[in-house]
């Protein structure tokens, strides 16, 4: 079994910094492209960035300049460093990944980042 396991949200005012991690735990190797995604209150969930196992990187243009995705293969685990937060930015962030060759695709618990002042 794998699981995905998110930590690092809470409350920010505007203008303000966050980290997100995303550790990956299993037996089911490698583990392949990690994204993370948020879903606000009353709306569709969104891809936020992503970043494949070699490092290469995406962003949606809402938060592209702002927030930075990395990963540490060694240790399973993708980070989101959020900076400039908005309001709008408030949602639950999920991270995601795709584990093995088959690219089984798996979903965290989600971690809520509010940004009010």
């Known amino acids: 079994q794998v699981q995905l396991v998110e930590s690092g949200g809470g409350l920010v005012q505007p203008g303000g910094s966050l980290r997100l991690s995303c550790t990956a735990s299993?037996?089911?190797?490698?583990?392949?492209?990690m994204g993370w995604y948020r879903q606000a209150l009353g709306k569709q969930r969104e891809a936020v960035a992503a970043?494949?196992?070699?490092?290469?990187?995406g962003y949606s243009d809402s938060v592209k300049g702002r927030f930075t995705i990395s990963r540490d293969n060694n240790k399973k685990t993708a980070y989101l460093q959020m900076n400039s937060l908005k309001p709008e930015d408030t949602a639950v962030y999920y991270c995601?990944?795709?584990?093995?060759?088959?690219?089984?695709?798996?979903w965290g618990q989600g971690t809520l980042v509010t940004v009010s002042s």
């Open positions: 995601n990944a795709a584990f093995g060759p088959s690219n089984l695709e798996v």
């Open positions: 299993g037996n089911i190797y490698p583990v392949n492209a």
């Open positions: 970043v494949t196992r070699a490092g290469a990187t």
